[in-house]
C-alpha cells in the first residue's frame, strides 16, 4: 500500500484577502512560514510539489530533507480576469456573476475551464503514482493547491464526495492509502484515512 499526504500550500497574503490566487506567484506570509517551522510532519520517501513559490517553500518547510519534485501539472488553475481579486472586487462585475450562476462551470474569462484544470491536475497525479510504481515507494507527499486536492479527492476520493466538500484549510490536508498498482492498472479508489491538521512539535 502507498500512503500519500495532500497538504494544502501555507497562507500568502492574496489568501489572507480571499483573493483568487492561481497563477499570480506570491511567497508565504513570512508569519505563516514561521508559523509552518513550528509543526512537524513524518518523514516522507518523496515530496512532490507544484512548481509555485507558495507550494515550493511550503514543501521544504514541512520536509526540510527533500528536495521536492516539481509537476507543473499541479499548479493551481488559471484564473484569468478574475486572478487577485477577491469577491468585493468582482460582485459588480457581469462575467463574475455569470461564472457565480453556473456553479463554476463556466470557463474564467481569459483563464482556465474547470475541465481543463481538473484532466492536467489527474493527469500530474498519474505521473507521481507511475513514478511510485516503478520506484515501489511507501509514503509520499504532495504539496499542492486546494484546488488540486480537491480534483484528486472530489475524482478517486473514497468515501466519495462532491468537489467542493474536499476543501481544506491553508497547510492542512489528507492521509490516503491506496495500491499504486491497482491505480496504474485502472482501479483508482484512495481511501481517506485522515485529515491533516497541524500539530505542535
Keep these: 500500500m502507498l500512503k500519500m499526504n495532500i497538504i494544502r ?14 497563477t499570480t506567484d506570491e511567497p508565504l506570509l513570512p508569519e505563516e512560514a514561521e508559523a509552518l517551522r513550528q509543526y512537524t510532519l513524518e518523514e516522507m520517501e518523496q515530496v512532490f510539489a507544484s512548481p509555485l513559490m507558495r507550494c515550493v517553500q511550503t514543501a521544504k518547510i514541512l520536509f526540510p530533507r527533500k528536495d521536492p519534485c516539481l509537476i507543473s501539472e499541479f499548479s493551481e488553475c488559471d484564473f484569468g480576469k478574475f486572478e487577485n481579486k477577491n469577491y468585493q472586487e468582482l460582485r459588480n462585475n457581469p462575467d463574475y456573476q455569470k461564472w457565480l450562476d453556473s456553479g463554476g462551470g463556466l470557463i474564467f474569462p481569459g483563464g482556465e475551464s474547470m475541465v481543463e484544470f ?30 488540486t486536492i480537491m480534483t484528486i479527492l472530489g475524482t478517486y476520493g473514497f468515501p466519495p464526495k462532491d468537489y ?23 482501479s483508482r479508489e484512495l481511501v481517506v484515512d485522515n485529515k491533516i491538521v497541524r500539530s505542535k512539535k
Design 164 to 186: 467542493f466538500e474536499w476543501h481544506v484549510n491553508n497547510g492542512e490536508g489528507y492521509q490516503v492509502r491506496f495500491s499504486a498498482e491497482a491505480f496504474y492498472r485502472g
Design 9 to 22: 500550500h501555507g497562507k500568502t497574503y492574496g489568501n489572507s484577502k480571499g483573493r483568487y490566487i492561481g
Design 118 to 147: 481538473q484532466e492536467r491536475c489527474l493527469a500530474g497525479l498519474e505521473v507521481v503514482v507511475a513514478m511510485a510504481y516503478e520506484k515501489d515507494w511507501k509514503k509520499i507527499a504532495l504539496i499542492v493547491h486546494e484546488g
